[in-house]
């Protein structure tokens, strides 16, 4: 992108009413319209080219699970909208390699909202998932645009807009998006649209949304033929958001549980971002139970996973963690003196 072009998105505000799932006709229009995408005299566009991309996207999303969003984002931005962008104009040999570089180019877009929505640029997150749901319309992928669908209630639900959250989110479970995934992105589908229903009030339709989540995701067998893009999410991951639901429904000791589950079944060193955000969350549970020296000594490792990590939700996990602190710290107990020296520290140098 081009200087301009990324002040513009920097000061766009992230948009509640532009929240809307389109209806049927605006996907079958989209899949129609992306049919007869391609240029008789734009370069030739083949297998190899798809492939690139693809292999990008794994490269960047592996960056992202261990360093956070704030690593690689203008790079991946910048390869979307000159390479990738000119491929969608090129010439292709037959109508599946045009579908599949448009799903390519689709994850492409979803990963930079992904990493955006990590790193607290919310408008720039919520610009990019609009453009990855129209061309997984364009390709024909409902799949991919329930992977989408997925991630901007996830967005939405940090946010504070659950109504939305829980729009979205079903949405990304509806008819083919869902039928037509492999069983582990229906359980991550499935996690994130339980969430959703916790935050509208809706806790037995959560709970059965989760259990189906866990069938889902058991379901799962290494010979699936399933996207690179749900390659982060297993057991750990399913922890996690069952955790952050229980947490949110007041069910605290449910909640350390999972998140202990969580901590303990994830390979920390390829999914370091995720590993130190959960930690986060499990000290300010245990905070919330009044459990102080085990949430602080739970904090002091997370904030030892997080060197050299940039992403807002570990800033977010970290300024939590400060203002929990806060009454203690007039208290004189160098233990908490200490930790919060500490994430103050790591606050100064990551924003």
């Not at 000119?86 to 877009?109: I, K, T, Y």
Request: charged share 25%; net charge positive; with cysteine.
């Amino acid at each position: 992108m081009d200087a301009d072009r990324r002040r513009l998105l920097r000061a766009a505000a992230y948009s509640v009413p532009a929240l809307v799932v389109p209806g049927s006709s605006w996907w079958e229009k989209l899949s129609v319209q992306g049919s007869s995408r391609g240029s008789s005299t734009g370069r030739a566009v083949g297998r190899s080219d798809v492939d690139a991309v693809r292999d990008m996207v794994s490269l960047f999303s592996r960056i992202d699970q261990r360093r956070g969003g704030g690593h690689g984002r203008t790079a991946v931005a910048q390869y979307l909208t000159t390479d990738v962008a000119g491929a969608l104009s090129g010439r292709f040999p037959n109508h599946q390699v045009r579908r599949d570089m448009f799903s390519a180019a689709s994850e492409l877009a979803y990963l930079c909202g992904w990493m955006a929505f990590d790193d607290a640029e919310h408008a720039i997150g919520q610009h990019y998932f609009a453009a990855a749901v129209k061309l997984a319309a364009e390709a024909d992928d409902p799949a991919l645009a329930g992977h989408t669908l997925r991630a901007m209630a996830h967005q939405a639900l940090e946010l504070g807009h659950s109504q939305k959250a829980v729009e979205l989110a079903a949405a990304s479970m509806d008819g083919d998006r869902y039928t037509l995934a492999s069983p582990r992105e229906r359980a991550l589908f499935g996690v994130v649209y339980g969430r959703t229903l916790v935050a509208t009030g809706q806790p037995q339709a959560a709970a059965r949304t989760l259990l189906r989540a866990e069938d889902d995701l058991a379901a799962a067998t290494a010979g699936d033929e399933e996207p690179n893009r749900v390659f982060f999410f297993g057991e750990a991951s399913l922890a996690h958001e069952t955790a952050c639901a229980l947490r949110d429904s007041g069910d605290l000791p449910g909640a350390v549980r999972e998140f202990r589950r969580s901590v303990r079944t994830r390979k920390a060193a390829s999914f370091t971002r995720t590993h130190a955000v959960t930690l986060g969350y499990l000290g300010t549970v245990q905070a919330r139970q009044g459990a102080i020296d085990e949430a602080c000594a739970t904090w002091s490792t997370a904030l030892d996973a997080m060197d050299g990590v940039q992403s807002g939700r570990t800033r977010q996990a970290v300024a939590t963690m400060r203002s929990v602190l806060s009454p203690l710290r007039a208290r004189g107990m160098r233990r908490v003196a200490d930790l919060d020296a500490r994430a103050a520290g790591y606050l100064a140098a990551s924003t």
